[in-house]
């Protein structure tokens, strides 16, 4: 029997409870968790990455769900999915892949993995990457005008 | 022959490999690594995290160099290092203790650890949270001021 190899993909720019929902759920599909890490250049439905994506990698190989993080094909996103051969592709609750789309597109390819969506982490608003940014940038503005008092 | 027992110390508001480096080089010293993760109302001597302390308490449980990860007391910064006992304390190379006080404080309390501060993580400003917060803020106000075209 070989081991059953679940693929989890995402940006992962800033580290938050939901990812670690996500890799979580999906490594308990198989017997091992592989994670491709978007580059830079393709993150393009979104805001660019804050975190650069050396750096991004080596965050997300760090957590404990994670067997190996490697960094996605700059020009073809079925590429390292060809190479790693899993037996499930596991898709984040708010990531927009349409799953039938996404089989017919990986069957034109010879691939096909069983295709499961992770479903919302239980933690609201912290995970979310956007969400977690806006709570930055909202707090800390506040920080500025109203001050600590200095102690 | 016991295990040593390294612990470290910290907030990890939003997790960068400044942290990853930290937590590495800590576990390099001993054979299991646990960290005391501070809490929301301690940290005084900057701005307070954005991160609630049970979300930053699941972060760095889940980072593979972390054997175990506990709140710090509210009150008693030395209670959890007399429960925990540990041979070694590490602090991070921007963590503000005077390490011969430190010391003080320990033996006054019979506590005799190695107290061992960790170097510079070598990745520069994405190695400090208020540098990626900064970042974020920088990034995120350029985005809303000069917005990708629509594709």
């Given at each position: 029997?070989?081991?059953?190899?679940?693929?989890?993909?995402?940006?992962?720019d800033i580290?938050?409870?939901?990812?670690?929902?996500?890799?979580e759920?999906?490594?308990?599909?198989?017997d091992?968790?592989?994670?491709?890490?978007?580059?830079?250049?393709?993150?393009?439905?979104?805001?660019?990455p804050?975190?650069?994506e050396?750096?991004?990698?080596?965050m997300?190989?760090?957590?404990?769900?994670?067997?190996?993080?490697?960094?996605?094909?700059?020009?073809?996103?079925?590429?390292?999915?060809?190479?790693?051969?899993?037996?499930?592709?596991?898709?984040?609750?708010?990531?927009?892949?349409?799953?039938?789309?996404?089989?017919?597109?990986?069957?034109?390819?010879?691939?096909?993995?069983?295709?499961?969506?992770?479903?919302?982490?239980?933690?609201?608003?912290?995970?979310?990457?956007?969400?977690?940014?806006?709570?930055?940038?909202?707090?800390?503005?506040?920080?500025?005008?109203?001050?600590?008092?200095?102690?």
């Amino acid at each position: 029997m070989t081991a059953r190899r679940v693929v989890a993909t995402g940006t992962f720019d800033i580290l938050h409870p939901g990812h670690l929902f996500y890799l979580e759920e999906s490594r308990k599909l198989g017997d091992e968790l592989i994670v491709i890490v978007a580059r830079d250049i393709n993150v393009k439905h979104k805001p660019r990455p804050v975190i650069p994506e050396e750096h991004r990698l080596r965050m997300v190989a760090a957590l404990k769900p994670v067997d190996r993080a490697v960094l996605g094909d700059k020009s073809d996103m079925f590429r390292p999915i060809e190479e790693l051969m899993p037996d499930v592709i596991t898709i984040g609750f708010n990531q927009m892949f349409d799953e039938t789309k996404l089989a017919g597109q990986l069957r034109a390819r010879n691939l096909t993995p069983e295709i499961i969506r992770i479903g919302r982490c239980p933690d609201g608003d912290l995970c979310s990457s956007r969400l977690v940014v806006q709570r930055i940038i909202d707090k800390r503005s506040h920080d500025q005008h109203h001050p600590a008092p200095q102690t």
